[in-house]
C-alpha cells in the first residue's frame, strides 16, 4: 500500500512540474514582440561567427591551410540564400529557419559521430544555441497569430547536405563537414539580416520588401491618374 502511494505521490510531482514548465514556456512567449526580435537578432549574429564553430572545427580537423581554406566553401543550394529569405512571408520565413535549423541539428549529430574520439565541446554549445533559437521562432510565431509550423517552408536542393557516408575517405568527410558549417554559419547571417529588417511591431510591413515598393508604386500611379496630387506634411487639401 505504501509502495503504491509512494508511485502515485511520484506521478503527481512529475506531471505537476511538467505543467508548470509548459507554463512557464507560455508564460515566455508573452513577452513584448520588441524584446523578442532583439533576441532573435542577437542570437543570429552571434551564431553567425565563424569562430564559434567552424574555426575550431578547421583546427581540430587539420584544415588551416590556404588551399584547404579555399576548398573550404558552400555547397550551392544547401542553405536558403538571403535574397530567397527577404521574399517570404514572415510566417514562411519562420517555417523555414525552423526547418533549415532541425536539419542542421541532425547534420551536427553527424559531425560528433565523425570526430570519433576528438572532442569538441563548441558542437554541444552550437546544439543549445539552436535550440535557444527554435524557441524563440516558436515563441515569435505564435505573437504572429499561428505556428511555425503552419506555413510552408522553402526547399533546398537535393543531395545538398551534410552527407557523411562510408564511400567517403577521411580527407573528403572533413572537407564536407567544413563546408556544411560554412554554410550554417553564412546561412544564419542571411537570418541576422532579414530580422533586422522587420518592423517595430508584428503588423509592420518590411518597407525594404520588393513587394511592398511594388504595391506603394502602383498605388501612387493610381494616384495621379486620377488627377489626385499627393499632399506634403503639414499643408491642408485647399
Known amino acids: 500500500m505504501r509502495a503504491r502511494l509512494t508511485r502515485r ?12 514548465s509548459t507554463a512557464a514556456a507560455m508564460r515566455g512567449c508573452m513577452g513584448p514582440y520588441q524584446h ?5 537578432q542577437r542570437q543570429a549574429h552571434l551564431t553567425e561567427d565563424t ?10 580537423q587539420g ?20 535574397d530567397a529569405l527577404r521574399g517570404l512571408s514572415k510566417r514562411s520565413f519562420l517555417r523555414t529557419v525552423n526547418a533549415t535549423l532541425d536539419r542542421v541539428l541532425k547534420g551536427l549529430v553527424a559531425l560528433q559521430k565523425q570526430l570519433l574520439n576528438n572532442d569538441l565541446k563548441e558542437l554541444e554549445t552550437a546544439r543549445q544555441n539552436i535550440q535557444g533559437i527554435r524557441n524563440n521562432i516558436h515563441c515569435m510565431s505564435w505573437l504572429l497569430g499561428g505556428s511555425s509550423e503552419t506555413a510552408e517552408p522553402m526547399q533546398t536542393g537535393p543531395g545538398s547536405w551534410l552527407q557523411l557516408t562510408s564511400t567517403l575517405d577521411v580527407f573528403q568527410a572533413k572537407l564536407e563537414g567544413c563546408r556544411f558549417l560554412r554554410g550554417y554559419h553564412r546561412f544564419m547571417g542571411s537570418v541576422g539580416w532579414v530580422f533586422r529588417e522587420w518592423g517595430e511591431s ?12 511594388l504595391h506603394k508604386g502602383v ?8 488627377g489626385k496630387r ?7 487639401p485647399w
Do not use: D, M
Open 9 to 20: 505521490t511520484l506521478f503527481s510531482l512529475v506531471l505537476g512540474l511538467l505543467l508548470l
Open 36 to 40: 523578442l526580435l532583439s533576441q532573435l
Open 51 to 60: 569562430s564559434s564553430l567552424l574555426e575550431p572545427y578547421i583546427h581540430l
Open 63 to 82: 584544415l588551416n591551410t590556404p588551399i584547404l581554406r579555399g576548398s573550404c566553401t558552400e555547397h550551392p543550394g544547401a542553405f536558403p540564400s538571403k
Open 202 to 213: 508584428p503588423s509592420r510591413s518590411r518597407r525594404h520588401s520588393p513587394r511592398w515598393a
Open 219 to 226: 498605388r501612387r500611379t493610381r494616384l495621379f491618374r486620377r
Open 230 to 236: 499627393p499632399v506634403p506634411r503639414g499643408q491642408l
